[in-house]
């Protein structure tokens, strides 16, 4: 089980990294596009379209923004990434834990974890589909509500 919950985990964190890349990948080549065509038109020999100028500087910062922010976001879910020796480490403190807390703190957190359960009943499996930012808004909340304590 532990080794399944790490492999999870680890497939999850790939999912989103190649996301990231893929975002940021998509502004860079906006960037490029828009950065070209501006040159083009300072170099049109009638002189550029002030017009089109003025959008492709707004383009051209609003990627740039996005960009910061992918990077930003990609930073943020990199130091979020645990190592496989904490997983287990906590994956064996689970059970205790999870009986230490009140059924409405365990019923809160399974609702912050869980996006859908669905069953099979041709074959009796069943399927849990974890939110993607779950944990992290597990997490927020938790360090939330330490500090305001």
Known sequence: MIKQTIKAVRKKQHEIAQKFAAKQS????????ANRELTRQLQRPQGP???RLAELQDQIQKAEVALRRTTNEQTNH???EIPDEQI???LSQFDRL????SLKEQSRCLNLLIERVGY?????TVAITLRPTGLE????QTTTEEISV
Request: hydrophobic residues 30%; charged residues 25%.
């Open 98 to 101: 999870w009986s230490s807390i």
């Open 78 to 80: 990199q130091r979020l």
């Open 120 to 124: 099979n009943g041709e074959d009796g």
């Open 26 to 33: 998509q502004l860079k080549q906006s960037l490029t596009t």
């Open 88 to 90: 287990i480490e906590s």
């Open 137 to 140: 808004e597990f997490l927020q």
């Open 49 to 51: 379209d002030i017009d």
